[in-house]
């Protein structure tokens, strides 16, 4: 039940933000935690469906749903009773070294989902690093090759495997050389800011040529390279959505040379795109999947999804003491099956459709909002000076986040200068709009300088 229940009473901020009890949380809390990526912000207090409410007492209208985790909505009372009926059997199994009766029903659930109609095999993990290290680690084990191309802005996580993948911001790797050796980035089709300076209407797909062209034809052996890693939509790096013909070019590229293509779908996977999954968008079938995130709607569990042939060939090569948690695949059960019954795909198509439309109009008549993209509830904002020079506005988006949260709408970046529209897929079409306002009415309030 939601403990608002007028939608005039949302969002509410009757505190400055952070509050008073929200400050005091803060503080304490840097002396105690590492830092990491927290804003000075968001203190939590409950959650439900599509909205937050923190500390002292003010409800926010959520557009990043837990970083695109809490896709069926916040404490989703199916989700909710799944892991309360499994509470009462079990929490922990050791789920590698024992079998029980969850992992192989979420396994095979994922592998019928998963597009491409071969026989699969799953492995369970606990975040998204986590199956982007096991992907690395299936990829070398039965290719028995060593190097991997992926792409700039690429995200792909922060532990040293997936951090060698990783190319969106120098903060993530500043200080940490070296991490896995073998990578190579090749430029993402960001057409906004083509890598080539090139017009997408003819451009005849130069970066994905690239790979082959200037890639693997001058210093990286093909036969060496072991997997592509690539996000479907770039997330972390700017909600950067590639044409068609980019991602099928780079898999005929990976057929041609026995390359893998590890699709990473941790964040545009589970109905965020309108799709199961993004790359269905292309008609592209991986050889590998990765995703997390969204599968247990906020309880950790992540899966890499490989074809049944690559499987290892003895047992020990690779493990997890937590991953496949019980909790997680009770959870992970109910709400694929959540997203089947209620047909999200079909609403997050068609909110999605109306949000780009509407955002789209309103680009005309701004100065900075540079260019808006997105597919299903995964769209991005680019903030620009001016349309004309295209200059990055890193400040004004930071400020357009800032004043989001005082005006009582959670809105994150992504990249240089995007801003990412992620609410959970369940969000009420009148809080959605009411948002989108929001968003709307504080751009315009800083072109008229008000802001
Ligand atoms: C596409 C993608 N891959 C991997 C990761 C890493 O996931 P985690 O933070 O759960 O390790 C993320 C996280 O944002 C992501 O967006």
Redesign the pocket.
């Known amino acids: 039940m939601l403990w608002v229940s007028t939608l005039g009473e949302i969002p509410k901020i009757k505190t400055e933000i952070p509050g008073p009890k929200a400050k005091k949380i803060i503080s304490e809390s840097k002396k105690y935690l590492i830092t990491t990526t927290r804003f000075d912000s968001l203190v939590i207090s409950r959650a439900e469906n599509d909205i937050i409410e923190d500390v002292d007492g003010n409800i926010f209208i959520d557009f990043a749903a837990g970083?695109?985790v809490t896709n069926t909505g916040h404490r989703n009372k199916v989700i909710v009773d799944a892991i309360i009926k499994q509470l009462d059997r079990y929490i922990h199994s050791a789920p590698h070294d024992f079998f029980d009766d969850l992992q192989y029903k979420v396994a095979k659930k994922l592998t019928e989902i998963t597009p491409g109609a071969f026989p699969k095999k799953v492995f369970f993990g606990n975040?998204?690093?986590?199956?982007?290290e096991a992907a690395i680690k299936i990829a070398k084990y039965s290719t028995k090759r060593f190097r991997f191309i992926s792409f700039i802005r690429?995200?792909?996580?922060?532990?040293h495997g997936?951090l060698a993948l990783t190319a969106s911001k120098p903060v993530h790797k500043r200080g940490l050389f070296y991490t896995m050796p073998g990578v190579v980035h090749v430029p993402y089709a960001y057409c906004y800011r083509c890598p080539f300076g090139l017009d997408p209407s003819n451009c005849n797909f130069r970066c994905a040529k690239f790979i082959e062209e200037q890639v693997l034809d001058t210093f990286l052996p093909p036969d060496e390279v072991a997997a592509i890693f690539m996000?479907p939509i770039?997330?972390?790096g700017g909600y950067i959505v590639p044409p068609d013909g980019f991602v099928r070019n780079v898999k005929r590229i990976a057929e041609k040379y026995d390359i893998l293509f590890v699709d990473?779908?941790?964040?545009?996977g589970f109905w965020r795109s309108g799709k199961p999954f993004a790359i269905e968008h292309y008609n592209v079938v991986p050889d590998i999947i990765?995703v997390?995130?969204s599968i247990a709607n906020g309880v950790p569990l992540?899966a890499a999804i490989s074809k049944s042939e690559l499987d290892f060939d003895t047992k020990g090569v690779h493990s997890s003491t937590f991953g496949g948690n019980a909790l997680a695949l009770a959870a992970a059960i109910a709400n694929i099956e959540y997203f089947e019954r209620e047909k999200i795909g079909e609403r997050v198509t068609k909110l999605g459709k109306q949000a780009l439309s509407i955002l789209n109009e309103f680009k005309e008549e701004t100065e900075i909002v540079g260019d808006v993209r997105g597919k299903g509830l995964m769209i991005g904002v680019e903030i620009v000076k001016n349309k004309d020079s295209k200059e990055y506005a890193t400040k004004i988006r930071d400020k357009i986040c800032n004043e989001a949260l005082k005006r009582g709408l959670i809105l994150l970046p992504a990249g240089k200068s995007a801003l990412r529209i992620a609410p959970p897929l369940t969000i009420r079409e009148q809080i959605f709009d009411k948002g989108l306002e929001i968003l709307m009415s504080i751009i315009s309030d800083i072109e008229k300088g008000k802001i």
């Open positions: 970083i695109a975040s998204g690093t986590e199956a982007i690429g995200f792909h996580g922060r532990t997936s996000e770039q997330g972390e990473d779908e941790i964040q545009s990765t997390a995130k992540s």
